[in-house]
């Protein structure tokens, strides 16, 4: 009796992490048919009404919602003993599920998580390259690294590291189009944009000491991969507003110019780890955590390798 009531909520707390029928079958790798029975056998067991359903919407009852706090409860429990076995045996093994964004992960993550795998030869990488919000829970991604600034209150969020911005432009378009001396000239200049469903960065703020400017920029490419926004700007099409992990020896080469020498750039890029809220958090998530905060350093070492070429800010 007790295993059984025990799978009932587990399925249930799945369903209400989920909100769907389907995508807690999903994650249960099992039938819609067979959540439904679940379901229908724990409210008769029961005798309360913990779903309301209709054929577009899944709403909880205040018993439901009640009895969803006592599932967490248990699946947590669970959960923290699985991890407390798997620690005690220092296992740093198995696949991890990590949700990466596009750019940065690229540039940066895989890199790194190929050295930590040299160091743990048994952990295996599941990644997805995405630069939306996300609901991990329905994604089963185990972590989530991110710059994504609003995180939803059931996750934690560790800063791993944070990078800075600089306003750049290749030689050729400058010496085609001019050098701006203030950032209210950039109105004038064709700026290439980073522009996704959730974000565009078309809005540049600047200052000088007190001074603060703010401008609207323009330009005749909007694109939604970072890598993409550098490589048009490298090849003379525009003014960018780079994230510098996007850049290691474009000035050393004289593929790009900083510009606006007595102005700094206001925009920061935070770098997030998130993952679900629970008690103990397994051993092989700490690692990766740690390692990549350690790898990137404090300043991360993008900045610091940009530096002795941005001395004037």
Not at 112 to 127: G, R, V
Not at 137 to 151: A, G
Not at 225 to 247: C, M, N, P, W
């Amino acid at each position: 009796m007790i295993q059984h009531r025990a799978s009932q909520m587990i399925v249930f707390h799945t369903l209400v992490m989920t909100g769907s029928f389907t995508l807690a079958a999903k994650q249960l790798n099992t039938s819609t048919s067979y959540v439904s029975k679940q379901l229908g056998a724990l409210e008769a067991e029961l005798n309360l009404q913990l779903v309301q359903r209709t054929t577009r919407t899944l709403t909880f009852t205040d018993a439901g919602k009640r009895f969803a706090l006592y599932c967490e409860q248990m699946f947590d429990l669970m959960h923290d003993a699985g991890a407390n076995m798997l620690d005690a045996r220092d296992d740093i093994s198995g696949t991890v599920k990590l949700g990466l964004p596009q750019s940065f992960g690229t540039l940066h993550i895989i890199p790194a998580l190929e050295l930590l795998q040299q160091e743990y030869p048994e952990l295996i990488f599941e990644l997805t390259l995405f630069d939306h919000a996300t609901d991990m829970v329905k994604e089963s991604l185990d972590i989530w690294i991110t710059n994504q600034e609003k995180i939803h209150d059931g996750y934690v969020a560790q800063r791993l590291a944070h990078t800075g911005f600089v306003l750049v432009a290749s030689p050729e378009y400058l010496l085609s189009y001019g050098v701006p001396e203030h950032p209210q000239d950039l109105v004038e200049h064709n700026c290439v944009i980073y522009h996704s469903k959730s974000r565009s960065y078309d809005n540049w703020t600047f200052t000088q000491g007190d001074e603060v400017v703010d401008v609207q920029v323009n330009g005749n490419f909007r694109i939604d991969l970072s890598e993409a926004v550098r490589d048009r700007v490298i090849s003379g099409h525009g003014i960018g507003h780079l994230a510098t992990y996007l850049l290691t020896d474009e000035f050393q080469q004289g593929k790009l110019i900083p510009l606006l020498p007595k102005w700094q750039t206001e925009q920061k890029l935070p770098v997030y780890a998130v993952y679900p809220k629970r008690k103990h958090l397994p051993a092989k998530f700490r690692v990766i955590i740690e390692f990549l905060r350690s790898h990137f350093g404090q300043p991360a070492y993008w900045d610091r390798d940009l530096k002795p070429w941005l001395k004037h800010r």
